[in-house]
Structures are given as structure tokens and as C-alpha cells.
């Protein structure tokens, strides 16, 4: 089991308890020893939730090892049941009771003769799958779950809606701008004039689940959650579904095309070419800024793009085809599809990097030294360690990604929100040099030659003081750039002599 100071994707209850606690009146119970409970915390603190987080510990100590859990897994289910009166109970083990290998299906079972409500294992590896793949394994087990109940009793609905309907499937708890972004959906949807028959998980009710099956089609905003339940959907009902991020001036135009073809494929009579024209010269600032002098300074510059598949391929979309923005690197941390990624990106960037270490990322964003990074907090430590600036464009979700103000990422609006981000990022991180000239800035160097290395190179005082009078923004590359020269030279120390040298082998 691997221990890391920092995980890109967390453990897989951590997805299973996001769903969970994403639907109304659903409870889950976290057989769990003490210290893997800290995302009651977590949630509560970052959603800012009035409500207690609907997750209970059944903890792991040394009596249940002494004795085994099953009666205390099954006490706490059957007394959640009672207490709180839950459509459903989720049992979900963590890595480390999953060393235990108890037979946790047989505890369900047992809870199950007991309680009113439904229970349920998720049905998730503990240690191949991590929080993404979780979260979205976990969604589709419970919309299977109570379609095959509903069918059973036969209760599934006939047809289809009077209407075009969609269900927008992939809003969760604890996602990055999800709430901001399900608003602008909903928005977009109704201008489209197709009514939401659902959104799930975030804010749905499970015994409302047997009625996926009369929208007309499914729209999958993320590819992290979402799609194995629309693939379930589609094989059961033959649903079509629509998987194309709108994010974007072109995404969205194309996922607006796809969805006019997936309704017009079942009858209907919709043409939207007015609808993208209308948004993207009158809603969408972002066509009219990607022409402007503004960001036709930022033309050609390079940026590094690094997050979850669906953020950080529609980045790299957008910085390249949108905004003549050179990206030399485009990475994700989502391994398990690394495939899907390569495809979309490919075109778009120089360099392609599948990783979770967040060392090998921050190495190749030192040694390829971009004028802009776009990717998650962990990045944005990583900028501002080298004096790079860096807009945050995917989860890990930290506080700073639950704003008050409305900030969608998806659809038209999403669109200024994402040049304004774009735009800052680059134009920000110029003004440094004015904070240092009027004082209070931290003046911490970049280190040299990744950032897992400290300088090794000792600087004249002289020396040391010329390059104190480069201006901040660029300080950091001036000197990675002179000790990179001394070192190939075999100089033990830098001088003011060797400073110039240096610009001169460079051309600068």
C-alpha cells in the first residue's frame, strides 16, 4: 500500500461516501478504524453544509479484532435505520479494514432482514480503484440496484417523456465547481428547450431512479463520474448519452451539435446553428477576447496544463485551438484512461505525462520553465515555489474551489470564466516585480534544477547582487539558466563574470 504525502485521487471509500452523501436520505456507514473518518470533516468544512454529513464511523479497535465486526456492523446499520429513517445504507470498507477480508455481503444481508430501509455494499476494490474510479462504480451499482428492484416489482415507467428530457448524470458532492456548473447546465438545457428529468447523484432521491429511463437522452458532463452509469442506461434502455465536456467555444458548440443529433435521431425537429451562433458572438466573451490585443500578446507563450482527464484535456482544447497558446505539456493524473487522454491532447501539446508523483510533474514543470501553469493546488505550489503563476483548473478540490460568487467552468458562461482565468494567470504573474519594488513580497528563489533539488552552485556577493537586481518575475529563470551554465563548464562558483557569459550563450 503505497503512504504519500500528497494523492492527486484519494482511497476509494473516499468516491463511494461522495456519492453516498451526494442523495437525498441516503446514509452510509464507513467500517473504518479510527483516522481513515476524517471526510465527515472534510465535506463539512469545503460544502460549507448546514446539515451533519450523512456518514457514520463503525470503527475497527482491538475488541472487533478480538472478536470479529459482524455484530457491530449490523448493530449500527440496523440502529442508522431506525434513527434517521434512510431510503438506503451503504456499507463501505476502507484500504485498511479491507485488510480483514470479512465477509461483509453476509453482514448486509443480516442488517437487511432488520431494516426498513435498503442496504448495500459497495461493490468496489479497495486497492485497484481510487476515489474517481470509486465514485463512479458506486453510482452506477445504486441507479442498477433500483432499476432492477423497480423492474422486479414492476414499477419501471413506459416511454418516454412528452418532451425532450435529459438527465445530467455526474454531479456530486465534494466536485470541482460542480454546483456552479450544474446551474449553467440546467440554464443551457432550458434554452435549448429540453426539460431535466434528473440530476444525480447531487440532490436526488433514490426512489426516484426507476424514472431515469424516460429522458431522452443522458448528458455526461465529466468523464471521472458519470459514464459507467450511462453505458449501464444505454445497454439496458438503449439511452443514448452525450460525453462531450462543454467547455469550451468549441466543445460546447460540438456537445450542443451532438445533443441536436441524438434528439433529432428519436423524432424530434431541433436546429441550434442560431442558438451557438447567438451565444458565442453575444454571451461568450471569450470569442471576441481570443481576437483581441489582450490575448494576442499572449500568443505563442508557453503553458503547461496538468489535472483530471476532463479538465485538463478541455484546457489544453482551449490554450491551443482558442487562444494560440503554445502547451508543451498536457498530463493527467488519471492513469486508468490514459488512452482516452492521449487521443484528445495528442494534437494539441508537445508532451504528453501520465503520472501521480507529483516530484516527477514538478521536475518537468522546472525543467521546462512555462510562462503559465494550469492544473490543481498541488501545481499552484509548484508556481509559486518557481515564481510561476498558475490558475487551478481541476480537483483535488481545496477550499479556494467552493467560492460563493457563481464561477461555472461548462457552457457559455464558463467560457469568460475560463479566459478571465486564463488571461489573469499569465498577466499576474508579470506583476511581480512591482510588489518586490514596493515591498512585502517573499522574495524565496526557484530552485535549480528540478524541485526535488536544492542549488548546489555558491554565488560571488557580487554576483549575488547583480542578480537581485533582476526584476522578480524572472529572477528565478535567470538563475536556474546561469548555475545550468556553470555546471556544464565545470565552475565551482558564479561570478558576475560568469552571470554574463551565461546571457551571452543563451542569446538573452
Known amino acids: ?82 434513527e434517521e429513517h434512510p431510503d438506503l445504507i451503504v456499507l463501505t470498507p476502507t484500504c485498511t479494514s479491507s485488510i480483514l477480508q470479512e465477509d461483509l455481503g453476509n453482514f448486509v444481508q443480516r442488517a437487511q432482514l432488520d431494516s426498513k430501509g435498503d442496504v448495500l455494499l459497495a461493490d468496489v476494490n479497495h486497492y485497484r480503484y481510487n476515489e474517481l ?13 433500483y432499476i432492477a428492484k423497480a423492474k422486479k416489482k414492476g414499477e419501471l415507467p413506459d416511454g418516454k417523456t412528452a418532451n425532450p428530457s435529459v438527465n445530467i448524470i455526474g454531479i456530486s458532492s465534494l466536485g470541482f465547481h460542480n454546483h456552479h456548473d450544474c446551474t449553467e447546465l440546467k440554464r443551457l438545457m432550458a434554452d435549448l428547450g429540453i426539460e431535466v428529468n434528473a440530476v444525480i447523484p447531487e440532490g436526488a432521491s433514490v426512489l426516484e431512479l426507476k424514472n431515469l429511463p424516460k429522458a431522452w437522452f443522458n448528458l455526461v458532463p465529466y468523464r471521472e463520474i458519470g459514464l459507467m452509469s450511462a453505458q449501464f442506461l444505454q445497454e439496458e434502455f ?40 447567438n451565444q458565442t458572438l453575444h454571451v461568450s466573451q471569450a470569442a471576441w477576447f481570443s481576437r483581441s490585443i489582450d490575448c494576442q500578446n499572449l500568443t505563442g507563450k508557453k503553458a503547461v496544463v496538468f489535472g483530471d482527464n476532463t479538465h485538463a484535456a478541455a484546457m489544453t482544447k ?26 484528445q491532447v495528442s494534437e494539441y501539446c508537445d508532451e504528453v505525462l501520465i503520472s501521480e508523483d507529483n516530484g516527477a510533474i514538478a521536475d518537468a514543470i522546472a525543467r521546462i520553465e512555462p510562462s503559465a501553469i494550469f492544473g490543481t493546488q498541488m501545481e499552484r505550489h509548484v508556481g509559486k515555489r518557481l515564481r510561476i503563476p498558475c490558475g487551478v483548473i481541476s480537483a483535488p478540490i481545496h477550499v479556494q474551489d467552493f467560492p460563493i460568487g457563481y464561477k461555472p467552468f461548462l457552457a457559455y458562461e464558463g467560457t469568460n470564466q475560463v479566459a478571465d482565468l486564463v488571461y489573469n494567470s499569465f498577466t499576474l504573474g ?38 537581485n537586481k533582476v526584476p522578480g ?36
Open 1 to 82: 500500500m503505497k503512504l504519500a504525502y500528497w494523492m492527486y485521487a484519494g482511497p476509494a471509500h473516499i468516491g463511494t461516501l461522495r456519492v453516498s452523501s451526494s442523495f437525498k436520505n441516503v446514509h452510509a456507514i464507513m467500517h473504518a478504524p479510527i483516522g481513515d473518518d476524517y471526510f465527515n470533516v472534510m465535506r463539512s468544512m469545503l460544502e460549507r453544509d448546514r446539515n451533519f454529513t450523512p456518514v457514520t464511523i463503525s470503527s475497527v479497535d482491538r475488541n472487533v479484532l478480538a472478536r470479529g465486526s459482524q455484530e457491530k456492523v449490523v448493530d449500527n446499520i440496523t440502529r442508522k435505520d431506525a
Open 133 to 145: 474510479q470509486a465514485a463512479d462504480r458506486t453510482l452506477q451499482q445504486i441507479v442498477q440496484y
Open 238 to 277: 438503449d439511452m443514448p448519452f452525450v460525453d462531450i465536456t462543454p467547455m469550451g467555444v468549441v466543445e460546447t458548440a460540438r456537445c450542443i451539435r451532438k445533443i441536436q443529433e441524438t434528439l433529432n435521431a428519436q423524432g424530434a425537429a431541433v436546429d441550434y446553428a442560431d442558438f451557438i451562433e
Open 318 to 343: 482551449i490554450l491551443s485551438r482558442e487562444m494560440g497558446i503554445h502547451v508543451v505539456m498536457a498530463g493527467t493524473y488519471c492513469k486508468y484512461d490514459e488512452k482516452w487522454f492521449r487521443d
Open 430 to 467: 508579470m506583476e511581480d516585480h512591482l510588489l518586490e519594488i514596493f515591498g512585502g513580497h517573499d522574495t524565496k528563489e526557484g530552485i535549480t534544477k528540478g524541485m526535488s533539488a536544492d542549488s548546489d552552485m555558491n554565488w560571488t556577493k557580487d554576483a549575488q547582487a547583480e542578480l
Open 473 to 508: 518575475f524572472v529572477r528565478g529563470k535567470i538563475k536556474r539558466n546561469t548555475e545550468k551554465f556553470a555546471r556544464e563548464r565545470g565552475l565551482s562558483e558564479i561570478t558576475v563574470e560568469a552571470m554574463y557569459a551565461a546571457k551571452e550563450a543563451v542569446g538573452a
